[in-house]
């Protein structure tokens, strides 16, 4: 296979992963009451309807602090995201030491959140996003693994 589309399908999916994750991120940070993004999902987990949980006396000051911890998570998201695509854009992923490197943490990471996505929020739409990102990051992993060989 070509070389360079191999490099190209090297470096472009772990680059739409930093960047799906400072969209994420961004969102976080900037809707009003981020936990409805993922509204059944977290409602399934509480068992227990929003509208019910902030209905009580003791929880009247909740959804500011549920809008604490998504603008704080937000950043982070953010944050992870900006490095995987400065990491990516510097070394566009040219030696088998930088796909390694990015490769082998990446992929940790994804396969944690899948597990937690899965056995903790399994209706979440954001499971399905999180098997795009797999996606991207196998293809990126194949294209990866025949450029070492072809590199030998």
């Given at each position: ?47 227990l ?48 030491r ?36 797999i ?5 990126s ?12």
């Open positions: 296979m070509n070389p360079k589309l191999l490099h190209n399908l090297s470096w472009i999916p772990p680059f739409l992963i930093g960047l799906a994750a400072v969209v994420l991120g961004i969102t976080w940070m900037i809707v009003d009451e981020p936990w409805l993004l993922d509204q059944a999902a977290n409602e399934a987990t509480l068992q309807s929003f509208q019910e949980l902030f209905t009580g006396g003791q929880n009247a000051y909740l959804p500011d602090y549920l809008t604490t911890i998504y603008r704080f998570f937000g950043l982070w998201v953010l944050g992870i995201g900006l490095l995987i695509c400065a990491y990516v854009l510097v070394t566009f992923m040219g030696t088998s930088a796909r390694n490197s990015l490769l082998g943490v990446l992929g940790v990471f994804l396969l944690l959140i899948l597990y937690l996505a899965v056995t903790r929020i399994p209706i979440s739409p954001f499971v399905y996003l999180i098997y795009g990102l996606f991207l990051y196998l293809v992993l194949w294209a990866s693994f025949k450029l070492n060989i072809t590199e030998r």
